[in-house]
């Protein structure tokens, strides 16, 4: 479908948002936001908001589906479209379903056969990881790390040796903080990039290793943030700098404070270096 083709009939369309400057709308954006019969969004009042700003008239019925609702209004959705609607499903921003309300109906309606589309455009960690400078030929996308410290924790850990870049969305209130437990257990040398507002009048890229966007961040971060970190080296063994571990605590440094040390330098896990210095003592 172009911007001058009708949208197809008894169909399911998914449709990017802008992540920030409303120019990056598309005219098929446009388009489908008039013809549709049903315009589920994420937040009824930001996508008559973007109808406002993009000068289009919203000619259907807008109905919310999020989070807390998607699971009971899917499958009044898909029967719509099953008889012939056109429901376009959009979020405040970005592609619906990449951490975003959209999976529960965009899954259901393949089960029952009816046709999904969708309408490309603005996406927060494609565009993150397209300026990080870091390598764009293997990642992954793994969204928010989960709230609870102890949870964040045993997701890192399980990330640490993913050699693909890995792409996060985060609070401001809480960049601080993961980056930190990224330091610590990713390695404080890993490099990371996190990027803030992006295609906004305030757009910021920061860059830098873990332990320096760690310091970075200390004071208040505003605005939506997306972090991009390197994936791990296959090359760095715990093993290669425990001599280093040892020879900083034979100089008087605490084994815990030593194996962190090198971590940072060296890009190893500083639970790694713990563990083989406390075999080879």
């Not at 295609?199 to 966007?213: P, S």
């Given at each position: 479908?172009?911007?001058?083709?009708?949208?197809?009939?008894?169909?399911?369309?998914?449709?990017?948002?802008?992540?920030?400057?409303?120019n990056?709308?598309?005219?098929?954006?446009c388009?489908?936001?008039?013809?549709?019969?049903?315009?589920?969004?994420?937040?009824?009042?930001?996508?008559?908001?973007?109808?406002?700003?993009?000068?289009?008239?919203?000619?259907?019925?807008?109905?919310?589906?999020?989070?807390?609702?998607?699971?009971?209004?899917?499958?009044?959705?898909?029967?719509?479209?099953?008889?012939?609607?056109?429901?376009?499903?959009?979020?405040?921003?970005g592609?619906?379903?990449?951490?975003d309300?959209?999976?529960?109906?965009?899954?259901?309606a393949?089960?029952?056969?009816?046709?999904?589309?969708?309408?490309?455009?603005?996406?927060?960690?494609?565009?993150?990881?397209a300026?990080?400078?870091?390598?764009?030929?293997?990642?992954?996308?793994?969204?928010?790390?989960?709230?609870?410290?102890?949870?964040?924790?045993?997701t890192?850990?399980?990330?640490?040796?993913?050699?693909?870049?890995?792409?996060?969305?985060?609070?401001?209130?809480?960049?601080h903080?993961?980056?930190?437990?990224?330091?610590?257990?990713?390695?404080?040398a890993?490099?990371?990039?996190?990027?803030?507002?992006?295609?906004?009048?305030?757009?910021?890229?920061?860059?830098?290793?873990?332990?320096?966007?760690?310091?970075?961040?200390?004071?208040?971060?505003?605005?939506?943030?997306?972090?991009?970190?390197?994936?791990?080296?296959?090359s760095?063994?715990?093993?290669?700098?425990?001599?280093?571990?040892?020879?900083?605590?034979?100089?008087?440094?605490?084994?815990?404070d030593?194996?962190?040390?090198?971590a940072?330098?060296?890009?190893?896990?500083?639970?790694d270096?713990?563990?083989?210095?406390?075999?080879?003592?």
């Amino acid at each position: 479908m172009n911007e001058n083709q009708s949208l197809p009939a008894s169909c399911i369309i998914v449709a990017a948002t802008p992540i920030g400057d409303v120019n990056d709308a598309s005219p098929r954006l446009c388009a489908a936001l008039q013809q549709a019969d049903v315009v589920a969004a994420e937040d009824t009042r930001r996508v008559r908001a973007l109808a406002s700003r993009l000068g289009v008239h919203i000619a259907g019925s807008i109905l919310a589906l999020h989070d807390h609702n998607e699971g009971e209004r899917a499958g009044a959705l898909i029967s719509q479209a099953k008889s012939g609607a056109r429901i376009l499903v959009v979020s405040d921003a970005g592609m619906p379903t990449v951490s975003d309300p959209g999976y529960r109906i965009v899954h259901g309606a393949i089960d029952e056969g009816v046709r999904v589309t969708a309408l490309p455009g603005p996406s927060a960690p494609v565009t993150a990881l397209a300026v990080s400078g870091l390598p764009s030929d293997r990642f992954a996308f793994e969204g928010f790390l989960p709230r609870k410290q102890g949870e964040a924790e045993r997701t890192l850990k399980e990330l640490a040796r993913d050699p693909h870049t890995l792409i996060f969305f985060e609070s401001p209130r809480r960049v601080h903080a993961t980056l930190s437990l990224m330091s610590e257990h990713f390695g404080g040398a890993r490099r990371a990039v996190v990027c803030r507002e992006l295609t906004k009048v305030h757009e910021e890229i920061m860059r830098g290793t873990l332990a320096e966007l760690v310091d970075a961040t200390q004071g208040d971060v505003l605005g939506e943030i997306t972090i991009v970190v390197q994936g791990a080296s296959q090359s760095v063994n715990a093993r290669d700098h425990v001599q280093a571990v040892l020879a900083l605590v034979d100089e008087g440094m605490r084994l815990k404070d030593a194996a962190a040390q090198v971590a940072e330098a060296t890009g190893a896990r500083r639970n790694d270096l713990y563990r083989e210095a406390l075999k080879a003592r």
